[in-house]
């Protein structure tokens, strides 16, 4: 295919404004300093281990990941526009071809994102909280101990064949697929754990481990919590009398509505988080007499001329500066670990377009990074799942209408009996 044709293909596929390039749905500004982390100083490389016996329970950390360094944007970049997952781009060899042609393309302006904002810190905070996490379970839950969380990027390293080659190596034979989203999609959470059961066929190990899988938390009590700390916190920001006015903006990663249609649990999911968000936060007695600020929830990140979900978060703040609204609070409801999305698309582009419309007060919540209660609820959200004797989710078979992908929902060599025999 020439230069040309591939061009014609991309004005199609593509929009101008690609943004942050990861379609997932895991905030500072990228000259923020996080103020309220328990831990401080991490560097993105990895961190001490965990443990030096074996294993009994390992808990696989599963998210879309990020370069840790900008010159790795290529191969980030590469992985994810070839994932049929998430962007479907004909599938097959022209697929491939594709995302190399648009990788070839974008890295340079990508690269420059990501050199902005100091390369992606989501394997520092995802390995931080993996092992803080299992602290607490080896301490709360001895009878699975020792617990040691390894980390499974589907577009940057560490890999999903990475972890497994790990996992192996340390002897490991249980294994918990821990979903770092919180809502389910098939284009986050559906497409690692596809990638993971490819990856575990490719490399026959069918009958290495045994498996369970959390494969969504958008209600949990802790993160919930967690979020509503950092929406506290953010009001901090704003003067005590401009508190009411303030506009609390929940923005999550949009998805195709080819998606959506197709009975995609995500939008509901994420509704359904901001509801909960909303109901402690107008239980709070300080909000209360300081008065509730109103809410909305608006989608980010879209790619390309198809419909994505709506109201965009960049149309968002247009119209609330047309509507001479001068103090909005952003916060991340699909986001858990700051990562590219937040601080550069919202923590740069956004702030800029809030500055040009007139919002003169606009600030963001950290993401959930390194909180102590965030970090808790991710010990209770395996705990739990570990008591409950269940391999996933009552959600979790549910397929989308249509779906033919051969490994979507399901499960290799399963923990509990209930699934042996399906």
């Given at each position: 295919?020439?230069?040309?044709?591939?061009?014609?293909?991309?004005?199609?596929?593509?929009?101008?404004?690609?943004?942050?390039?990861?379609?997932?749905?895991?905030?500072?500004?990228?000259?923020?300093?996080?103020?309220?982390?328990?831990?401080?100083?991490?560097?993105?490389?990895?961190?001490?281990?965990?443990?030096?016996?074996?294993?009994?329970?390992?808990?696989?950390?599963?998210?879309?990941?990020?370069?840790?360094?900008?010159?790795?944007?290529?191969?980030?970049l590469n992985r994810l526009f070839s994932d049929g997952d998430i962007i479907e781009l004909g599938g097959g060899a022209f697929q491939k071809l594709l995302a190399k042609f648009i990788t070839s393309r974008r890295t340079p302006k990508v690269q420059d994102q990501y050199e902005q904002i100091g390369g992606s810190p989501i394997k520092k905070w995802t390995q931080l909280q993996g092992e803080k996490m299992c602290e607490i379970l080896d301490a709360e839950r001895p009878e699975s101990a020792p617990h040691k969380a390894y980390t499974a990027f589907r577009y940057a390293e560490p890999l999903t064949d990475d972890a497994l080659q790990e996992m192996e190596k340390d002897g490991v034979e249980r294994v918990v697929a821990f979903s770092q989203y919180p809502q389910w999609s098939?284009?986050?959470?559906?497409?690692?754990?596809?990638?993971?059961?490819?990856?575990?066929?490719?490399?026959?190990?069918?009958?290495?481990?045994?498996?369970?899988?959390?494969?969504?938390?958008?209600?949990?009590?802790?993160?919930?919590?967690?979020?509503?700390?950092?929406?506290?916190?953010?009001?901090?920001?704003?003067?005590?009398?401009?508190?009411?006015?303030?506009?609390?903006?929940?923005?999550?990663?949009?998805?195709?509505?080819?998606?959506?249609?197709?009975?995609?649990?995500?939008?509901?999911?994420?509704?359904?988080?901001?509801?909960?968000?909303?109901?402690?936060?107008?239980?709070?007695?300080?909000?209360?007499?300081?008065?509730?600020?109103?809410?909305?929830?608006?989608?980010?990140?879209?790619?390309?001329?198809?419909?994505?979900?709506?109201?965009?978060?960049?149309?968002?703040?247009?119209?609330?500066?047309?509507?001479?609204?001068?103090?909005?609070?952003?916060?991340?409801?699909?986001?858990?670990?700051?990562?590219?999305?937040?601080?550069?698309?919202?923590?740069?582009?956004?702030?800029?377009?809030?500055?040009?419309?007139?919002?003169?007060?606009?600030?963001?919540?950290?993401?959930?990074?390194?909180?102590?209660?965030?970090?808790?609820?991710?010990?209770?959200?395996?705990?739990?799942?570990?008591?409950?004797?269940?391999?996933?989710?009552?959600?979790?078979?549910?397929?989308?209408?249509?779906?033919?992908?051969?490994?979507?929902?399901?499960?290799?060599?399963?923990?509990?009996?209930?699934?042996?025999?399906?």
């Open positions: 295919m020439t230069s040309k044709a591939m061009s014609l293909v991309l004005r199609k596929l593509m929009g101008s404004r690609v943004g942050a390039l990861s379609l997932s749905p895991t905030l500072c500004s990228a000259t923020t300093k996080v103020q309220h982390s328990q831990w401080r100083g991490l560097s993105n490389e990895a961190g001490p281990e965990q443990a030096t016996q074996t294993p009994k329970t390992a808990i696989l950390m599963l998210n879309m990941g990020g370069p840790s360094h900008p010159n790795d944007t290529g191969p980030f098939c284009t986050t959470t559906g497409s690692s754990m596809n990638e993971l059961w490819r990856q575990i066929k490719e490399r026959k190990l069918e009958d290495r481990f045994s498996w369970s899988i959390i494969d969504r938390w958008n209600l949990q009590e802790g993160f919930i919590q967690a979020v509503t700390e950092r929406i506290l916190e953010g009001l901090q920001k704003f003067e005590e009398q401009d508190r009411s006015k303030v506009i609390i903006l929940f923005s999550a990663h949009s998805v195709p509505m080819k998606v959506v249609e197709k009975g995609d649990h995500y939008v509901p999911e994420v509704a359904a988080t901001v509801k909960s968000v909303m109901q402690r936060l107008e239980s709070n007695e300080l909000i209360k007499s300081q008065g509730v600020p109103r809410h909305i929830l608006a989608w980010q990140s879209k790619v390309g001329y198809l419909p994505w979900m709506v109201p965009s978060t960049s149309k968002v703040i247009e119209g609330l500066g047309e509507k001479n609204h001068k103090h909005v609070l952003v916060v991340p409801v699909a986001f858990t670990s700051d990562h590219i999305e937040t601080l550069f698309e919202i923590g740069i582009e956004y702030a800029e377009e809030a500055k040009e419309i007139g919002i003169s007060h606009f600030h963001m919540t950290e993401g959930l990074n390194g909180s102590p209660t965030f970090i808790r609820a991710q010990a209770d959200i395996v705990k739990d799942h570990l008591d409950s004797g269940k391999n996933y989710s009552n959600q979790y078979k549910m397929k989308c209408i249509g779906c033919t992908k051969p490994l979507c929902r399901q499960i290799v060599n399963p923990a509990f009996s209930s699934d042996r025999t399906k």
